[in-house]
């Protein structure tokens, strides 16, 4: 190829977008016939509201454009989506668009904590499991991850607010901030609960993955050759081991990030954080169409773009890929 | 075996042996009201408590086991099914077909399936089936991407050559030389795919979109429960621990059985 290396992100790209933008508008018209199929459609919870008139009701369908058949009006919600039109809640009458942004940070709150708290518990479990492969500490840690791989994010909410809010009353049981207060003491204090069950989940996988590409990378020749040497154990541990097994998880937690925006409605719901989690789970409970299909197209959306910012962050870490 | 295989495969099989004789076990129907005990907490007479009709808690969760174990177990069969068929054409036909498939089946791990599952079964409100049939046909990808590979490196193999050498055709090849000897494998993909059927019916049951009234499974029960968790905690706790060492035993049976053999 005549640009050579230039040329290789870009391609990489294009690779993406061929197979993301026929997924996206599969899962889209998947979602929008599946909603438009239910009795009374978007609008059946109206129809269950005994102060609304039938004569309202078909107002209202006539002003959606319910009337039209339903590949056209999925036509128009595409046509309107990518300029950015994002239609209104039938909630509250605002942009569906306001209405994301709205939650967005506090979902970007909760992603980074857990994230960040999985990250390091991952590093430190997953060395020290290494470091002691087949004796005590690795089969602790061992057994702490196929827990946390089986643990119902749900329950294990439920759990931790029975022992630390019910019980201790050492936490908040839920919420983002006590009304009233704002201080940085209240906030982190209501995000320790669902952060730690967030970071639980990512941290038991996490842990698993790397300590099994540590243990891989024992194996290495550069391994084998540092330890004819004379280099120390722990040594070889943190400057080789690590650093060859760290690759490969960077591109593991990337892809999970992307999934913290659909991952958060169990941990998000339990708690009542008001993130983009919540938003979906309030939207389904009111049949509110415009924002489900707005939140399936940003999680979906967010699982092709970080897939593709993994290809590229692991094509620059590591020489030796080529796409 | 190790240890810990050992203990997970005779709790699942205490798990499922109790699940089938729910009604031998335990001394209450699941749906009997005893008025006079309600709410009551965890005793001799009512192990787990009973809820808020004073139905008793542990014959709930042995009847719930029944429709968790169910649904995880035939989801994972539909899953299982569809995998093989797609990964086993892929990696027998190649060229563009697989290349097409594995392209689907890539794209499709990249669709927030909880999403899309809770939005089904909010509007569809599923029987039981149903919700075993939406839950297997989101779980396949991943035995797909199993048995394509193992029937890949099986079909480099001698013994498949000289098939092809006496005239087999494909699908006698793909049934009798490629599948028996991917089984292992693909058994490994399939009983992880039990635990993560179990857990995804269990969180679309969680957010009662999933097993519908009069049925119960472990998730609803929680659903049901969520509400009283701090009067009431038993009411949660248990059917939550019963998920959990079910998927916890499942795990650690299919990494048992992943094990390279001596």
């Known amino acids: ?323 | 075996m190790t240890r810990s295989g050992t203990i997970a495969a005779l709790v699942l099989s205490l798990l499922v042996s109790a699940a089938a004789a729910a009604p031998l076990v335990s001394r209450y129907a699941p749906d009997a009201l005893d008025l006079a005990n309600r709410r009551a907490a965890p005793s001799a007479q009512h192990w787990f408590g009973t809820d808020d009709l004073g139905r008793d808690v542990f014959a709930r969760v042995l009847h719930g086991a029944r429709v968790s174990l169910a649904v995880g177990l035939l989801a994972a069969a539909v899953a299982g099914g569809i995998g093989v068929i797609v990964g086993g054409i892929a990696g027998l036909v190649g060229g563009a077909v697989d290349a097409t498939l594995m392209r689907l089946t890539d794209a499709l791990l990249a669709v927030p399936r909880l999403l899309l599952l809770m939005i089904a079964g909010a509007i569809l409100s599923p029987s039981v089936s149903l919700l075993i049939v939406l839950v297997g046909s989101v779980g396949w990808m991943e035995t797909a991407r199993v048995a394509r590979s193992e029937c890949l490196s099986l079909s480099t193999r001698e013994f498949v050559a000289a098939a092809h050498a006496t005239g087999a055709r494909a699908p006698r090849i793909l049934g009798r030389h490629l599948l028996p000897n991917a089984a292992g494998p693909v058994l490994v993909a399939i009983t992880l795919a039990v635990a993560r059927s179990i857990l995804l019916e269990s969180t679309l049951s969680f957010f009662g979109v999933g097993v519908q009234p009069p049925a119960a499974s472990w998730g609803s029960m929680l659903y049901q429960a969520q509400s009283t968790v701090s009067t009431e905690p038993w009411l949660a706790l248990f059917p939550g621990a019963f998920i959990f060492a079910t998927t916890l035993s499942v795990n650690v049976v299919g990494d048992e059985l992943a094990r390279p053999k001596l």
């Not at chain 1, 506090?106 to 430190?124: D, N, P, Q, Y």
């Open chain 1, 1 to 323: 190829m005549r640009s050579g290396l230039a040329s290789r992100p870009a391609l990489a790209i294009l690779r993406r977008l061929a197979t993301a933008v026929p997924l996206l508008l599969i899962v889209s018209g998947v979602v929008f016939a599946l909603i438009h199929a239910a009795p009374g459609g978007p609008t059946a919870v109206f129809l269950a509201n005994p102060g609304v008139r039938p004569e309202d009701i078909e107002r209202l369908q006539r002003a959606l454009g319910l009337d039209q058949p339903v590949w056209v009006q999925y036509a128009r919600w595409l046509g309107a989506y990518v300029r950015g039109d994002w239609g209104y809640s039938l909630t509250d009458n605002r942009a569906v668009l306001d209405r994301v942004l709205e939650r967005t940070p506090a979902t970007l709150e909760l992603a980074a904590a857990s994230i960040g708290i999985a990250f390091v518990a991952t590093f430190a479990l997953a060395t020290c499991a290494a470091l002691t492969r087949g004796r005590w500490p690795d089969l602790v840690v061992r057994a702490a991850s196929a827990a946390g791989l089986a643990i119902p994010a749900f329950w294990f909410g439920l759990v931790l607010q029975l022992v630390f809010a019910a019980s201790l009353g050492w936490l908040p049981s839920s919420g983002r901030v006590t009304p009233g207060d704002g201080s940085v003491i209240d906030r982190v204090q209501h995000l320790v609960l669902p952060a730690m069950v967030l970071a639980t989940i990512h941290a038991a996988a996490w842990t698993r993955y790397l300590r099994a590409s540590m243990v891989a990378a024992f194996d290495h020749p550069f391994v084998v050759a540092a330890r004819a040497r004379g280099i120390p154990e722990r040594r070889i541990v943190l400057r080789y081991v690590v650093r060859a097994a760290l690759l490969p998880l960077v591109t593991v937690v990337l892809l999970d990030a992307a999934l913290l925006v659909s991952g958060a409605v169990v941990t998000e719901s339990v708690f009542a954080w008001p993130g983009l989690g919540t938003l979906f789970t309030e939207a389904l409970a009111r049949r509110d169409y415009a924002v489900l299909m707005a939140m399936v197209m940003l999680a979906s959306g967010s699982i092709v773009v970080m897939n593709l910012v993994a290809d590229l962050v692991y094509q620059w870490l590591d020489p030796r890929v080529t796409p």
